[in-house]
């Protein structure tokens, strides 16, 4: 998430948003071709989650962009509850989608989600004027009481000795 998030910092986001659920929803189509040629599914699993994991962080960052000091709170709200939904209909569907489409249908449903929040993030490219660099909160790593912040110093300090 790391080198995406500090590329959004120079990119515009939805940019790089777009860019990410294109390459996923690829992805997801070379699931449905996993037998008629030989990919090494660790590979594309890694590819897979590689580009699903910065989603919602980008898409929150863009978010907090545009908001204001006074509905911050109430957008990042907002966002947890379209996601939380999300969670709760997502696997319900893609069930749906394995019941009547067999085996691929999962990669299917993947591909289909992901190809419409790519029309999504266009039609926003082409509606709305993108965030001033003014209004963009910069990439920061994670502070530095972050447990995986400290389990890397202690890992650190066992090499070291």
Same mark, same amino acid.
């Given at each position: ?29 070379? #699931? ?16 897979? =989650? ?51 489409? =067999? =085996? ?9 989600? #992901?190809?419409?929040?790519?029309? #999504? ?14 209004? /963009?909160?910069?990439? /920061? ?10 389990? #890397?110093?202690?890992? /650190? /300090?066992?090499?070291?000795?």
């Amino acid at each position: 998430q790391y080198p995406i998030g500090a590329l959004s910092d120079k990119m515009e986001r939805r940019s790089i948003t777009n860019l990410l659920t294109l390459l996923t929803s690829s992805i997801a189509y070379l #699931f449905t071709l996993k037998s008629q040629f030989n990919f090494q599914l660790e590979t594309l699993f890694f590819l897979f =989650g590689a580009t699903v994991m910065p989603q919602y962080s980008l898409v929150m960052t863009h978010a907090m962009d545009k908001a204001t000091q006074e509905n911050s709170s109430q957008i990042s709200s907002q966002m947890l509850l379209l996601y939380s939904v999300g969670a709760i209909f997502g696997p319900v569907t893609c069930g749906l989608f394995i019941k009547y489409l =067999g =085996g691929n249908g999962q990669s299917f449903y993947l591909m289909l989600i #992901f190809v419409l929040m790519t029309l #999504f993030g266009i039609q926003q490219r082409v509606t709305r004027a993108p965030v001033d660099s003014d209004n /963009k909160e910069k990439f /920061k790593i994670f502070p530095e009481l972050s447990p995986v912040i400290f389990i #890397f110093k202690r890992i /650190k /300090k066992s090499i070291m000795e």
